[in-house]
């Protein structure tokens, strides 16, 4: 039973007399504090049980214990642990890549229905180990605000992936330690087990494919330079666009990234003076410190794109000498609403070095990605062609609606070029 707490509270009040025959005695003074000493004393007893604490350690004994042998024996434990946490998370690669593999390539009938998350209709009881009410009998899919769980591939993929709920249970039976399992499709839905429903107060703004868990598993780490344009035509819209784009792709970074802003007109800017000649850690800070500086850009002037893609990759090209950053894949993201030509000497004097007859043969350290703003654009020729001539991939954004599916489509072509 849980101790109750008395709050004790004495007032001693002590009246100067003006007679000293009346006055309060030392003695009797002293025989109310040692009563209340006592009283305290018995109720701290009573309300720590430090008598049964005493009791209990006076059986304990010090055993000497061999110091590398228990280290071992938490290493082996812990080792135990992990192989039955990764076993698990193989056979729910498996089972995915043998059901993807194996599906049809044709959309399921118009009668098939999943279990969604959103729709608040899964039967469920409490579970003190997820903390939770679920339903240890099934997963369920989650599928982002922005798309269209109807879309051909998200509903094909929803559909091959319940073959997983075989696997998610049995890992469960075979691991009770197991807490929640996932699985993220590039479509943008996610399967859960075990089924849930889903909290959507005031708005359910999530997508799995921006969470660190996804991102560091799907990606492998990278350099990433965004340059903005920031001319004079680059004004209202456009450049509200073009600021939801950088915020889209610094949202799928992670910590493994490095990364930096520089806007361009007919001079470079590097948006956070302190981030100047570098790229940095894509950690919360810095993440932060790159959207708060774009908030208030200004647009005026020519473009000059030739200075910008030379700056960019020189400062890539130092990095990567120099052994700083992700050391693996590096990447301009260029934003702009239209280029004059495409530039293709300067992506023979830095991307393809060794073999500028042949782009697609030489060793080319930098992609390039490149996002079209404005619906009435006419330069797509010329922008595209960057893209594509440097392994990257082209976006058209007429809208700030379609930036978030069309970043995460771009990002996912990162790896698969």
């Given amino acids: 039973m849980r101790p109750c707490f008395i709050p004790v509270v004495v007032i001693l009040i002590l009246i100067e007399a003006p007679d000293c025959s009346d006055s309060i005695s030392h003695n009797i003074v002293k025989g109310w504090a040692d009563k209340l000493g006592f009283e305290l004393s018995q109720l701290g007893k009573l309300v720590t049980n430090i008598d049964k604490f005493e009791d209990s350690y006076k059986a304990a ?7 590398n042998a228990l280290v071992q024996e938490i290493a082996k434990d812990i080792k135990e642990m992990m192989e039955s946490k990764i076993s698990a998370i193989k056979r729910i690669m498996d089972v995915a890549e043998t059901s993807a593999l194996s599906s049809p390539d044709v959309d399921p009938p118009q009668s098939f229905e999943f279990i969604n998350a959103k729709n608040n209709t899964i039967d469920l009881e409490y579970s003190p180990h997820f903390g939770g009410h679920v339903n240890l009998n099934m997963s369920a899919v989650h599928v982002p605000t922005n798309v269209y769980e109807w879309a051909s591939d998200v509903i094909r993929a929803v559909k091959w992936s319940e073959a997983l709920d075989r696997t998610f249970i049995n890992n469960y039976e075979q691991d009770p330690s197991l807490s929640w399992q996932y699985f993220g499709s590039a479509t943008g839905f996610m399967r859960q087990y075990p089924a849930m429903n889903w909290y959507m107060d005031p708005v359910d703004l ?19 330079l965004i340059l903005m344009d920031t001319s ?3 004004t209202g819209i456009r450049r509200e666009i073009a600021k939801h784009v950088i915020n889209n792709i610094l949202d799928t970074l992670g910590n493994n990234d490095f990364v930096n802003i520089i806007t361009f007109s007919n001079v470079t800017k590097q948006v956070v003076p302190c981030f100047n000649d570098t790229l940095v850690q894509a950690n919360l800070a810095n993440i932060r410190e790159l959207k708060r500086a774009i908030l208030n ?8 794109f030739r200075l910008a893609l030379r700056t960019a990759f020189e400062l890539l090209e130092t990095f990567r000498n120099e052994q700083d950053g992700a050391r693996c894949n590096q990447a301009i993201m260029l934003i702009t609403d239209g280029v004059p030509y495409n530039f293709k000497d300067i992506f023979e004097l830095y991307n393809w070095k060794n ?4 782009p697609f043969k030489a060793d080319m350290p930098v992609r390039v990605f490149t996002y079209l703003i404005g619906r009435e654009a006419t330069d797509v020729r010329e922008v595209q062609w960057m893209a594509c001539a440097n392994r990257g991939f082209y976006v058209h954004l007429g809208t700030a609606a379609e930036v978030r599916e069309e970043v995460s489509e771009a990002r996912f072509n990162f790896f698969q070029i």
């Fill in 61 to 67: 004994d010090v055993t000497p214990r061999d110091g």
């Fill in 206 to 224: 999530f997508d799995c494919r921006t969470r660190s868990w996804y991102i560091e598993a799907a990606t492998s780490p990278k350099d990433v």
């Fill in 232 to 234: 004079g035509s680059m």
């Fill in 355 to 358: 073999n500028t007859r042949d």
């Fill in 297 to 304: 850009l200004r647009t005026d002037m020519i473009a000059d």
